[in-house]
Each structure stands twice: as structure tokens, then as C-alpha cells.
């Protein structure tokens, strides 16, 4: 915004909320510029490498090998995370840190992971909610309260961006649950991926029962009064998820990232109870979100093969 970059940007004022990973690599790279890209690239990898410990010692404390933190990895914001630097890899690292404080009760880091999320992307307010949600419904008014307080700064920031930044009108969900995900269910999509066309639909179709699967699974639990910060946190994700319109719906690759959180959450139970409804939901968005590497994977190996063959 200092620079006048902000011009260049699609929907501005959307994209400037999400300012703590260009923020944190700015200070990194001490606000030089020739530093910045490689600033970034490296506090997204060493965040996937944090949402990889932090999910083992979730494992861990659910008396499994730490090794289970691997499925980390396997989240669509991760994947897109690497191959693009979407926020939404750190985003998934800030909630499976949430998700373990909140477990382990320290509240205070609970609370400051909650406030980053915020900063990072507008739905880390799921976090803040799902922890002052729990306080509310314990009457504990005051600490309530200073959970909710966690948002402060992303209040400030998100004030000063609606009065500095022209608003632009998004229109990305729709006004009655359910209906994007029954649109989008029978569509099938062309994709210029040719040797994968037929495989990258069914991957497609796979995608959204999966979705479908898993928003069941999250809003359930919630309806069963199971109430945690984490799982209140899954069921906003969840009901988010019942309002995505055809502009969010149109590929996996889009969608996933937006609710990797509940995924995360749901496989995470999923391994701890050995429940194969938990673990294939999520990794069928997984593998619709992966497949798109395949044709770019082959042509590096093909390279790899003629340079080494040669």
C-alpha cells in the first residue's frame, strides 16, 4: 500500500485482510526488497514444517506415533501451499496449533494462535468464536470476553483497510445451504489435461461427496454437544461450507483449501478412532486437490530421465 501496489491487486481490500505472511516476511527480510520473495517462500515452508509438528504432538497425545504428524501433508492447503504460496498453508498450521493448546488447555497461546489466525485470513474468526463460544456457554462471561479480545487487532486492521481501500462487491456464496454442492455434484468439467480428463472428473465427483461427507461429520458432532473450541471452530467451517456458490465450487482445487481446518480436524479424529468414514472423507478433496501435479510430476521425471540418459 505504501508503494501504490495495492492498485494491482483483485479485490483489495479482501487480500489486504490477509496481511500477517507479507507482513512477518517484510520484517524478515528487514523491508528490503530484493529479500522479500525468498522471505516468503521460506516462513510458508518452515510453517508447514510447524502444522507437521504440531499435528504430531496432537498424535502424540492421542497415544500414537509422532510419525502420524505426516498427514499434515496430505491437507489441500498444504499442496497449494506449496505449489502457489497461498496463505492458506499457514493458515491450517495456525489452527492445528490452535487445536492442540486448546486440547493441552494453555489458553493463552490458544488465544494468541487465534488472533494470528485473524490476521491471516477472515475466517481465523471461526477460532476466535469457537473459543469465546465455549466460555459463553459456560456462563463465563469475563473470560469469554477476553477471548473475544483476541480479534482486536484484526478489527483495527480490517476498520482502517474499509476507509483507506475502495470495497468491492464479492459474491461467492449463496443464499440457501446445500444448494452450491447439489449444482455442483452432476457438473462435469472440462479440463485441458488431456491424458487425465476422464480421471480428473471423477476426482471432481469424488470431491464433493467428500465435502458433503465431511460437513455431516463436523455439523454432527456439534449437534451431539461435543463442544470444544476446535470442534466449534470444524463446524463453522462446515456450515461455511453449505453456502459456497458455483464461483468457489468450480474445482477442488479452489474449495478444500477454504475448510483444510475441518479437514484437518475430522482426519485427526479419524486416525485416533480408526474410523475409514473420517479418513476417506477428507482425502478424497486431498486427492482431487493432488492430482493436478501429475501431468507437471511426469514431465519433470521424463526430463530428469533424458538428462540423465542421454
Known amino acids: 500500500m505504501r508503494a501504490d501496489t495495492s492498485r494491482y491487486l483483485d479485490l483489495a481490500q479482501l487480500r489486504s485482510r490477509r ?3 507479507p507482513l512477518a516476511a517484510w520484517l524478515v527480510a528487514l523491508g528490503r526488497e530484493d529479500w522479500i520473495d525468498g522471505s516468503y517462500i521460506a516462513l510458508v515452508l518452515l510453517s508447514i514444517g510447524l502444522g507437521v509438528y504440531w499435528t504430531a ?5 492421542r497415544g500414537l506415533s509422532a510419525m502420524w504428524g505426516a498427514v499434515f501433508l496430505a491437507m489441500p492447503s498444504t499442496l497449494i501451499a506449496l505449489d502457489r504460496m497461498a496463505v492458506d498453508g499457514p493458515f491450517t498450521t495456525l489452527f492445528a496449533g490452535f487445536f492442540l493448546y486448546c486440547e493441552e488447555k494453555k489458553w493463552k497461546w490458544a488465544w494468541l494462535l487465534a488472533g494470528l489466525a485473524t490476521l491471516t485470513r477472515e475466517t481465523g474468526l471461526f477460532l ?34 474499509h476507509f483507506t481501500l475502495p470495497a468491492e462487491a464479492v459474491v461467492h ?16 468439467r472440462p479440463y485441458p489435461l488431456s491424458r487425465f480428463q476422464t480421471l480428473v472428473q471423477i476426482t ?22 461435543r463442544w470444544d473450541p ?5 463446524g463453522l467451517f462446515a456450515l461455511l461450507a453449505t453456502f459456497f456458490g458455483p464461483a468457489v465450487m468450480i474445482e477442488s482445487y479452489g474449495y478444500s483449501r477454504l475448510v483444510s481446518p475441518m479437514l484437518l480436524w475430522i ?26 501435479y501429475f501431468d507437471p510430476l511426469l514431465r519433470i521425471l521424463r526430463a530428469l530421465r533424458e538428462a540423465v540418459f542421454r
Open 173 to 188: 456464496f449463496l443464499p440457501v445451504p446445500g444448494l452450491g454442492l447439489i449444482q455442483r455434484l452432476p457438473l462435469v
Open 57 to 61: 504432538r496432537l498424535m502424540e497425545n
Open 128 to 161: 476466535v468464536a469457537g473459543l469465546a463460544a465455549v466460555q459463553l456457554f459456560q456462563r463465563n462471561w469475563r473470560r469469554a470476553a477476553w477471548f473475544a479480545a483476541s480479534a482486536v487487532p484484526a478489527a483495527f486492521w480490517f476498520t482502517y483497510l
Open 204 to 225: 471432481d465427483f469424488l470431491a464433493v461427496v467428500g465435502l458433503m461427507a465431511c460437513i455431516y461429520i463436523a455439523l454432527r458432532a456439534n449437534w451431539n454437544r
Open 19 to 21: 496481511i500477517l505472511v
Open 267 to 292: 482426519l485427526v479424529a479419524g486416525v485416533t478412532q480408526r474410523s475409514w468414514l473420517r479418513i476417506a472423507a477428507p482425502l478424497m478433496l486431498t486427492l482431487s486437490a493432488g492430482i493436478l
Open 230 to 234: 476446535a470442534s466449534l471452530a470444524s
